[in-house]
């Protein structure tokens, strides 16, 4: 029996578009009985299939092949897909089915989430997400075959060794959301609120320490988050009171904005990092953080400038802000930032993780605008492309990000960053 697929309180709607994205954008993996089951479809009676081989072999395994256009070789020129036209949904592989649906492990079911980098997610379009709980249902059993590890898996740690029970951690992720859903106050001071409470949390026994008898728990935790939540207040200054954030922040922080907007393949693939020479000139560039912004993105205007993403933007509209807030209270609430959908980094690790992503748009979305791009539309396509990256680059998991994060959090600099950003 499969565990339950339950959706998010937050409001969000999806349905797909048809406008091919996905199938362009990604190099999408596929196992050896996907491989098996696609052969035998008998594509080799289409012409244009004839000669080209469905599959490619990479370092991790198969994925499917890709025309000269960057395309899915099995997108057909109406911008459907083949497989799905000609034997349904369930031929294609599973990678293809579950996208854009995220469905996150917590020990005895499933949270529902979205992935934003599709367009039609982050633009809330099509039916409520509840009412895809069916197909859902199914991936979900499809995912539990694939990975049994999933299920009953151990909680995520808070920190490490710091570990309590599932139905807990939830609760904590429902006060955090609860801030981040408070619309009363700018996207920014919320941030940094979540981002005080978190490092109040840090280091208290929650789990009881040597006596788990004195763990907090249950309607007790709720009611400690909600107070450690108005206390996190309190003590979050206005943003005009904190200061820029410092050298050394801003040079790891331009490092981890390198990693968000590079993109090596599909439509939006960058020109600047083409052969090695290109990726270090990059990289230096990045490092250096003034000139220009090197084009690791197509999105990256022609001559758009590291100065032109530092002066203030007066602001989220409350378009952007509705956009925003719903992310992240779904990724919360989805869990979709620690564990296994982020590189096993420990709850508040991971909180601090998702907290950067936000200046991280924010700074995108200023490259974009400079560059003629309306400011709202500008907002939307930075979600898609900070979204792209967040809990999938591989990059992002690596031990030199995580000891980034860590410093990020310790010298006070996300918080700056947060501020800074978000004027
Ligand atoms: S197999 Fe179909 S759904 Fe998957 S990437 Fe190719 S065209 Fe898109």
Sequence with gaps: MPMPVRSLPVAQNWDCSGC??????????VSAEERKRIDAQGWEAEPDLRGVPYFVAGRD?????????????????????RIHAKFG?????????????????????????????????????????????????????????????????????LEP?????????????????????????????????????????????????????????GNRLTEMVKALGRAAAEETPDAAEVVPPGRTGRLVF????????RKDHGPEKGSAQRGPLGRIAAAVRFARGTGKVPKLNSLIPDGATFAAAEGPAG??????DALLTRYYRQKVESLQFCGPTNFGVPFWDGLVSLALTFPAVL?????????????????TRAVRVVDDNFGYNKLLGLGRQKWALRLLAGRGDAARLVAWYGR
């Design 61 to 81: 395994g198969h994925r499917l092949n890709h025309r000269p256009d960057g395309a899915c070789v099995f997108l057909g020129a109406d911008n459907r897909c």
């Design 254 to 261: 331009r490092q981890l904005l390198a990693v968000y907007v």
């Design 89 to 157: 949904s369930p031929a294609k592989p599973l990678a293809c089915r579950v996208y854009p649906f995220l469905l996150v492990p917590a020990g005895d079911h499933w949270r529902l989430g979205l992935r934003f980098a599709c367009p039609t997610a982050a633009e809330d379009q099509g039916r409520p997400l509840a009412d895809h709980l069916p197909e859902a249902r199914e991936y979900a059993a499809l995912l539990e075959a694939d990975t049994p590890a999933a299920v009953n898996a151990p909680p995520v740690p």
């Design 161 to 217: 060794g710091r570990v309590i029970p599932w139905a807990d951690l939830l609760r904590l992720a429902a006060g955090v959301a609860g801030l981040l859903g408070d619309t009363a106050l700018p996207l920014e001071r919320r941030w940094r609120v979540v981002l005080k409470l978190a490092e109040l949390c840090r280091g208290m026994q929650l789990d009881g320490g040597v006596n788990p008898k004195r763990a907090v728990t």
């Design 315 to 320: 602001g989220l509209s409350r378009q952007a």
């Design 20 to 29: 091919s994205a996905c199938c362009r954008a990604y190099h999408v993996p």
């Design 363 to 379: 700074w995108l979305a200023r490259v974009l605008a400079a560059g003629g791009t309306d400011r709202d539309e500008a907002v």
